[in-house]
């Protein structure tokens, strides 16, 4: 009974800790980790438009936050051609909605190595597109996003502040 109870604290103190983590990083400058961040602020505001996204091929992650929210994400970048894209997992994790908020309003901020971006993020629903950045995201993560509602992807592109 004893050990059932120093589990079961331990436990508490666990679930208590990742509570105040994931509320302390929506006051954080961008995500902790897997939790939502706060607003985007640091990092120099990139002022030239990107033509050319494939300096961000070899990024695992990225930051982002649309500017309809005040919070910012973790999320993929690919590269295709020298375009980027961002998927979105639809179902993962339960209870995600910044992929709808993009599709009313796609403006957002990527910050990549520090320096932000400012962007329009919007959704392509081209299958043979689709189909490619399937395959680079197998290719560069090595599985498909963790899902079994889908994947939505956004094409980037670069907007004036």
Not at 24 to 36: E, M
Request: proline share 7%.
């Amino acid at each position: 009974m004893r050990v059932l109870r120093i589990i079961g604290l331990f436990l508490a103190c666990v679930v208590g800790l990742l509570v105040v983590v994931a509320f302390g990083a929506r006051f954080h400058d961008g995500p902790v980790g897997l939790f939502p961040g706060g607003p985007l602020e640091a990092g120099a505001l990139e002022g030239s438009p990107v033509t050319d996204w494939s300096f961000a091929q070899t990024e695992n992650t990225i930051e982002l936050q649309l500017l309809s929210q005040q919070r910012s994400r973790t999320t993929w970048i690919l590269v295709h051609d020298g375009a980027a894209f961002i998927p979105c997992a639809i179902g993962f994790p339960p209870g995600k909605t910044w992929h709808q908020h993009a599709v009313q309003d796609g403006r957002a901020v990527l910050r990549i190595e520090g320096r932000r971006y400012p962007v329009t993020l919007q959704r392509i629903e081209d299958p043979e597109l689709a189909a490619a950045l399937a395959a680079i995201v197998k290719e560069k993560y090595g599985r498909s996003p963790p899902t079994g509602e889908g994947v939505w992807y956004f094409r980037v592109t670069s907007r004036q502040t």
